[in-house]
């Protein structure tokens, strides 16, 4: 899935999903108001409307908004004069007060970094990623299972740091 966040082509997706899901097509057709031909069109769609996704999303019990979401995580950096903007225009739409990283994304980043695709720095900087949130997740996830400490973050004094 990783690679399909940065260019989303959504009716492939679903197609995959419906079938490991064994979804029936007539049972989706139903579903969805429309006949086996335009569903099977779907499939070849890069995007659909937010109605239909939404119907999608709910027959499968599926999120597939959060691709999109994790997509403008990765890809379109935070800008840093948000906070001096969002004073001059108030708005009646949500306003999100940080980002959320599914752990899908989280492993991902941190398999680049163990795998040296890139460093923490580079994810640090493409993806507008505090370092220590990196660093955190490196500790946490990039470890082999049977290497993996508690959910203590790096640098935090605890028993074991301490010098007697």
Not at 74 to 100: A, C, E, G, H, W
Request: charged share 35%; hydrophobic share 30%.
């Amino acid at each position: 899935m990783h690679e399909n966040l940065k260019n989303i082509h959504v009716g492939k997706l679903i197609h995959r999903y419906m079938e490991e899901c064994g979804i029936d097509v007539e049972r989706a057709a139903a579903f969805l108001k429309v006949d086996e031909e335009e569903l099977e069109q779907m499939y070849t769609r890069k995007s659909l409307d937010c109605d239909t996704l939404l119907r999608w999303s709910k027959l499968l019990k599926y999120d597939f908004f959060r691709i999109y979401s994790q997509h403008l995580i990765l890809y379109s950096p935070q800008d840093t004069n948000i906070t001096k903007r969002k004073k001059k225009v108030k708005s009646s739409l949500p306003d999100f007060k940080k980002n959320i990283y599914t752990e899908e994304v989280i492993y991902y980043l941190v398999e680049l970094v163990v795998n040296g695709k890139k460093t923490y720095k580079q994810i640090k900087t493409e993806y507008n990623i505090p370092s220590t949130t990196v660093l955190r997740w490196i500790h946490k996830y990039g470890k082999p299972e049977d290497e993996k400490m508690d959910d203590t973050p790096p640098n935090e004094n605890t028993d074991k740091n301490k010098i007697s």
